[in-house]
């Protein structure tokens, strides 16, 4: 089938705001939209700039507006999207060309939520085990990839850039529900300030632009408990 | 040259908060659940002015609330005032549904839950209007 790709093109050598390129490309219905941008790239238009790497939906590199709506290239089926595409680079990120948006502001709130097991006690000679159960409790916020498609569609996050975002909340979440993990508090003092967990106002659009199908209000609602019953 | 050298645009958002809250196209329930709870929000703190402004004239003697009285009676403002009772039941009952929602509660029910509120909304003003014009 036959279907036509607009693209937000902006290079910031040469252009001085962005602008619309469409693309005709010649796609079976079962093909990838990465495929589609690939045959322009590849052999209509060098120039235009997308990032990829795994191309499977693993390293969460290409995520970007389809439609109107945050998803990953890689995972999106020609025919769910119809044969007129509109790209756009994520929304609240810089960008730096193209499809391509500047995350290390999205990195910084990761880092700052301490996304890693802390624990001093001296494990002997084997592994920190822990119970099906307790693992069970955290098993949804282990799926992130860190696209980014959920925090680049969150309005409190569009209206206050401090915001930490739904990312990094879920990635809080993985670790203070880790019954092996022993900063608890650190954590939840990391996202109980004002620019954390409180700014979200229940608005879902995270969880509908999850390309991983997590339950991210659901994550951040736990963590909201969490910092009632501990006094943040 | 850096990449950082050169010049960048800003993000691409709606230039004003307001719409930035307000955006929801091709957004989930949740975002309009969202506005319309805002929009209520704002519409219920005039309306309280409004309402101090009304119960001023109580102070102007009884021909002044009289005539405030019969001024209300107009179909158009029992028609405000069924748009008043839209507001405050969304308001409310859907502030119901926050709150369940910030204890943890019913999260994943939370579509289910907004076009309860949205039933339950028409219904009593329905019921509000019903009574008012009669
Ligand atoms: C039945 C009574 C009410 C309930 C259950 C209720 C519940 C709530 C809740 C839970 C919120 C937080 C929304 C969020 O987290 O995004 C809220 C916000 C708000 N409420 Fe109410 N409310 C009620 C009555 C009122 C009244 C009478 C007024 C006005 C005088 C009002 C004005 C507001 C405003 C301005 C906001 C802020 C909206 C925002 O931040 O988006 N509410 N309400
Ligand atoms: S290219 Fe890796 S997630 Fe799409």
């Given at each position: 089938m036959k279907i036509t790709l607009k693209i937000l093109r902006f290079n910031?050598?040469?252009?001085q705001k962005p602008w619309w390129g469409e693309y005709q490309v010649e796609m079976e219905p079962d093909d990838r939209l990465l495929d589609a941008i690939h045959q322009v790239k590849w052999y209509?238009?060098?120039?235009l700039t997308v990032r990829r790497s795994?191309?499977?939906?693993?390293?969460?590199?290409?995520?970007m507006v389809i439609n109107g709506r945050n998803g990953l290239a890689c995972k999106t089926i020609i025919k769910d999207v119809g044969n007129k595409v509109t790209l756009e680079p994520l929304r609240g990120f810089r960008v730096i060309k193209d499809l391509v948006v500047d995350m290390e502001p999205f990195m910084e709130k990761y880092r700052s939520v301490m996304p890693y097991l802390i624990n001093d006690e001296d494990p002997g000679t084997r592994e920190r085990l822990q119970s099906q159960e307790d693992r069970a409790i955290f098993d949804d916020s282990?799926?992130?990839?860190?696209?980014?498609c959920c925090t680049a569609s969150c309005p409190s996050f569009w209206a206050n850039p401090n915001y930490l975002g739904p990312a990094a909340l879920v990635q809080a979440h993985r670790f203070i529900f880790d019954s092996r993990d022993r900063a608890t508090e650190e954590r939840l003092a990391a996202v109980g300030g004002s620019d954390g967990a409180w700014r979200c106002r229940t608005i879902f659009n995270c969880v509908e632009a999850c390309p991983r199908e997590i339950n991210i209000t659901k994550a951040i609602g736990e963590i909201k408990k969490a910092l009632l019953y501990n006094g943040g | 040259m850096l990449a950082e050298e050169y010049k960048r645009p800003e993000p691409l958002l709606p230039k004003k908060n307001w719409e930035r809250w307000f955006s929801v196209t091709k957004k989930g329930v949740g975002a309009w659940a969202f506005a319309l709870h805002r929009l209520t929000g704002i519409l219920l703190v005039l309306y309280l002015f409004l309402h101090f402004y009304v119960l001023r004239?109580?102070?102007?003697g009884a021909a002044a609330y009289d005539n405030m009285v019969q001024f209300m009676e107009s179909p158009i403002l029992i028609l405000l005032e069924v748009g008043l009772v839209a507001v405050i039941i969304y308001h409310g009952l859907n502030g119901l549904r926050l709150m369940l929602m910030a204890l943890n509660i019913g999260v994943r029910q939370h579509k289910i839950m907004f076009w309860t509120v949205i039933v339950l909304t028409v219904f009593v003003s329905l019921i509000a209007a019903i009574l008012m014009f009669h």
């Open positions: 910031p050598e040469t252009d209509q238009d060098g120039t795994c191309a499977h939906g693993i390293c969460g590199s290409d995520a282990t799926k992130c990839i860190l696209c980014g | 004239t109580l102070t102007q």
